[in-house]
């Protein structure tokens, strides 16, 4: 089993920059590959970033570029740094395990991080 907990959210004016932190509980987290995801009102989760537990990385389209997914396993932390934020990034981000070959979640979801970007 692990836990996780995610901070580091907040407002932030556009063009602005926030970085998120996951800690996780467990021996696991170092031998598997981690994401996150981001729910905004009205809309479907959606993976942002993954990253495998050798680092290798995977960005959606829409932050390719502004952000950088970033792991310590020593910490058994997880990082999403954010750059150039858009409104549009607006939305509760969590933290997960992630199955690489298919870009989809498994375990529990920690309570997330809410990231407000104002225009």
């Known amino acids: 089993q692990v836990q996780l907990v995610e901070s580091g959210g907040g407002l932030v004016q556009a063009g602005g920059s926030l970085r998120l932190s996951c800690a996780a509980s467990g021996s696991i987290f170092s031998i598997n590959a981690m994401g996150w995801y981001r729910q905004a009102p009205g809309k479907e989760r959606e993976l942002a970033a993954a990253?495998?537990?050798?680092?290798?990385?995977y960005y959606a389209d829409s932050v390719k570029g502004r952000f950088t997914i970033s792991r310590d396993n020593a910490k058994k932390t997880l990082y999403l740094q954010m750059n150039s934020l858009k409104p549009e990034d607006t939305a509760m981000y969590y933290c997960a395990l992630t199955r690489l070959g298919s870009l989809t979640p498994f375990g529990p979801w920690g309570q997330g991080t809410q990231v407000t970007v104002s225009s």
């Open positions: 990253i495998s537990s050798g680092g290798s990385t």
